[in-house]
């Protein structure tokens, strides 16, 4: 069982910056793909950037050249940065972890983040 605990959401008006945190159990972190997904009200959840085991990374275009995620396999740990911030940016922002091998996956609990002024 792995579980994901993800910190640093909170209220920031626009322009303003946050970094989130997600700290993962266990000893299968490394050979993950680790993914940022966000949820607002009423809308589906989507993937806002991963990062694979390799440190190879991707973004949705809403994000590129704002969102930074990086990881630090020491710490269990995956980072998404998050400068410029935009009230469209609000939702709910999730960690997820996906073992590149197999299909193992798993969820942390959300962190909420709000853009507003």
């Known amino acids: 069982q792995v579980q994901l605990v993800e910190s640093g959401g909170g209220l920031v008006q626009p322009g303003g910056s946050l970094r989130l945190s997600c700290a993962a159990s266990g000893s299968i972190f490394r050979f993950s793909t680790m993914n940022w997904y966000r949820q607002a009200p009423g809308k589906q959840r989507e993937l806002v950037s991963k990062?694979?085991?390799?440190?190879?990374?991707n973004y949705a275009d809403s994000v590129k050249g704002r969102f930074t995620i990086s990881r630090d396999n020491a710490k269990n740990t995956v980072y998404l940065q998050m400068n410029s911030l935009k009230p469209e940016d609000t939702a709910v922002y999730y960690c997820n972890l996906q073992m590149e091998v197999g299909v193992f996956t798993s969820w942390g609990q959300g962190t909420q983040v709000t853009v507003s002024s």
């Open positions: 990062i694979t085991a390799a440190g190879s990374t």
